[in-house]
C-alpha cells in the first residue's frame, strides 16, 4: 500500500538504467545537467543483469570446458569435470562486479537513483511508484530508455518448461537436452554454449537459414562447429506447439510439410524482443509510436515532443547494448544543445558464437547495390602466424571497398577474436580510409590484427602471403 506522496521538479529524468539510460545520465551530469534516473529493477538492465554479460559469461566458460575436455595442442593432455553451481556463481560475481561499478558511477557522477515504475501524467511529469510511496516528477527534459523483453509465441506460452533467455541463463544445472526455438544470434549463442556443457540440443528456425542476417560465407563454420557439437539444426521449420509434462515438454512443429516431434528437458523460446513502451503512459502524452511499438525519433533522438527523447531498443533499429549507448550521449548531447546527431554507418554486430562473427559497415551485397563495382579482399586465418599458432586457424578477414575511390565501406570477420578486431575496421570505415590506408599500416607481427592488412592488400591486388588469383 502506498503511505506517501510527494511531488518535485528535476532537470533531466532518464527512465531506465541499462546501457542507454546509464550512458545517458552520466553524459548528461558531466555537461552540467542535474540527472534523476528511475530503475524499476537492477541497475544495468537486461544488458547487464541477464543479457549480454551473464550470456558472455557462461559462452567463455563453456568454450574453456570444450578445449579443456579436448585441447587443441598436441603434446597436453587435460581431464575436466563440470561443476555447473560453481560456474554459475563465478557468472553471477561477474555481474555483480559490473553492476556495482554502475552504481559507484551513478554516485560518482552525483546521478540520484530512484527505484520504481514511471508512468507519464503529462508531458511533462512523470508519476513514480515505489513499494511503500509514491511521487510525481516534473521535468525539463526526458529519456526513455526503458528496453525491451522477449517475444512470447502466442501458442507456445512460457511456462515451467519454455523458458526465455532469461531463465535459461540462470537454470541451476546443464540440462540433458534443449530444444531452441529461433535460430538467430540469441538462440545459437545460447544453444552452442549448453551444448559445449553436454546437453543434446536442437535448433529449430523459421527461415532458411541459422543467422539469417549473415551470408552464408560467414555461417559455413558456425554451422560446422555446431554439427561437432552434436546439435541437430532445422531450418524452414515452423513451431506449432507445445506439451508440458513434470519433467519435459515436446514440442511439435513442421518442416516441409511435414510434422515432426522432438522431446527434451526444456524448451528455450529466443525469437526477437518486443520494446517495452506499453506499460509508461505515452498515450497520455501523445508520443508517436510505429506499428510495432517503437518509439518514432529524430536524428537527435527526439520524439514529436520536444522535451522527450527516447533511446535503444524502444527505438528504430537492431536492438544492441553499443548502440542504445551511442544514442544516449547524442540525446544528452542534444539537450545540452551541442550540435549532435546519430550516424548509424559504423554499428558492429557480434555473434559470441564459436567461431565468432562480426560484421560493421555494409555487406558486399549492399556494397554492390549502393556503389556498383567494388574491391574485396579475404585473408585467411589458416595463413596467420599467430591464429596457427593459437590453434584456432579457422576463418578470414573479408573487406569491401568502393571499387572507384578505393574507400573502405564494410567489413566481415569470422573466427577467433572476430569480436575484438572488428573494432579497427570500424574505425577506419568512420574514418573515410582506403585500402591503401590499411595496408599502409603497419600491423605488429606476429598478431591476428596483421589479417586485416593482409586482405587490405589482397584487395588492392598486391597480396604477400596468399598467391594471387
Same mark, same amino acid.
Given at each position: ?9 528535476? =532537470? ?56 579443456? +575436455? ?53 508531458? =511533462? ?74 546437453? +543434446?540440443?536442437? !535448433? ?29 539444426? *532445422? ?49 497520455? !502524452? ?70 565468432? !562473427? ?11 547495390? +549502393? *556503389? ?79 589479417? !586485416? ?17
Amino acid at each position: 500500500m502506498v503511505v506517501g506522496e510527494f511531488s518535485e521538479d528535476v =532537470d533531466v529524468l532518464v527512465i531506465g538504467g541499462g546501457p542507454g539510460g546509464y550512458v545517458a545520465a552520466i553524459r548528461a551530469a558531466q555537461l552540467g545537467k542535474q540527472v534523476t534516473l528511475i530503475e524499476r529493477d537492477k541497475l544495468g538492465g537486461v544488458c547487464l543483469n541477464v543479457g549480454c554479460i551473464p550470456s558472455k559469461a557462461l559462452i567463455s566458460a563453456a568454450h574453456h570446458y570444450e578445449q579443456a +575436455k579436448e585441447t587443441p595442442f598436441p603434446g597436453i593432455e587435460t581431464t575436466a569435470t563440470l561443476d555447473f553451481a560453481k560456474v554459475q556463481a563465478w557468472k553471477q560475481s561477474v555481474v555483480d562486479k559490473m553492476t556495482g561499478g554502475v552504481k559507484t558511477l551513478m554516485k560518482g557522477n552525483h546521478i540520484r537513483v530512484i527505484q520504481g515504475e514511471a508512468f507519464f501524467s503529462k508531458p =511533462d511529469e512523470v508519476r513514480v511508484m515505489a513499494e511503500h510511496e509514491s511521487q510525481t516528477l516534473r521535468f525539463q527534459h526526458c529519456i526513455i530508455a526503458t528496453g525491451s523483453r522477449p517475444v512470447e509465441l502466442r501458442n507456445i506460452p512460457f511456462g515451467p518448461r519454455v523458458l526465455s533467455s532469461t531463465e535459461a541463463l540462470a537454470l541451476d544445472h546443464v540440462p540433458s537436452s534443449l530444444i531452441v526455438i529461433g535460430g538467430g544470434y540469441i538462440g545459437v549463442e545460447l544453444g552452442q554454449a549448453f551444448a559445449k556443457f553436454g546437453a +543434446k540440443v536442437t !535448433i529449430v528456425e523459421g527461415l532458411s537459414a541459422i543467422l539469417p542476417q549473415f551470408d552464408a560465407q560467414l555461417t559455413r563454420l558456425v554451422q560446422r562447429n555446431l554439427k561437432k557439437n552434436q546439435v541437430d539444426v *532445422y531450418t524452414d521449420a515452423i513451431a506449432q506447439s507445445v506439451e508440458q509434462t513434470e519433467d519435459g515438454v515436446t514440442l511439435t512443429f513442421t518442416v516441409g510439410g511435414e510434422e515432426k516431434r522432438v522431446s527434451a528437458e526444456y524448451v528455450l523460446v529466443t525469437v526477437g524482443r518486443r520494446p517495452n513502451t506499453d506499460e509508461l503512459g505515452l498515450e497520455n !502524452i501523445g508520443v508517436r509510436l510505429d506499428e510495432r511499438g517503437l518509439i518514432v525519433v529524430d536524428s537527435q533522438c527526439r520524439t514529436n515532443l520536444p522535451n522527450v527523447y527516447a533511446i535503444g531498443d524502444v527505438v528504430q533499429g537492431p536492438a544492441l547494448a553499443h548502440k542504445a549507448s551511442y544514442e544516449g550521449k547524442v540525446a544528452a548531447e542534444a539537450i545540452a544543445g551541442k550540435a549532435t546527431a546519430v550516424d548509424y554507418r559504423c554499428i558492429p554486430s557480434v555473434v559470441f558464437c564459436d567461431p565468432e !562473427i562480426a560484421s560493421v559497415g555494409l555487406s558486399e551485397e549492399e556494397a554492390k547495390q +549502393k *556503389y556498383g563495382e567494388v574491391a574485396v579482399g579475404r585473408f585467411p586465418y589458416a595463413a596467420n602466424g599467430r591464429a596457427v599458432a593459437l590453434g584456432a586457424d579457422a576463418g578470414f578477414v573479408r573487406l569491401v571497398a568502393d571499387k572507384a575511390s578505393g574507400v573502405l565501406v564494410g567489413a566481415q570477420v569470422i573466427g577467433a577474436e572476430a569480436s575484438d578486431l572488428i573494432a579497427e575496421l570500424g574505425l577506419a570505415i568512420e574514418m573515410g580510409a582506403s585500402l591503401e590506408d590499411v595496408a599502409l599500416t603497419i600491423h605488429a607481427h606476429p598478431t591476428l590484427g596483421e589479417m !586485416i592488412m593482409e586482405a587490405a592488400e589482397v584487395a588492392l591486388g598486391s597480396p604477400v602471403h596468399v598467391v594471387s588469383r
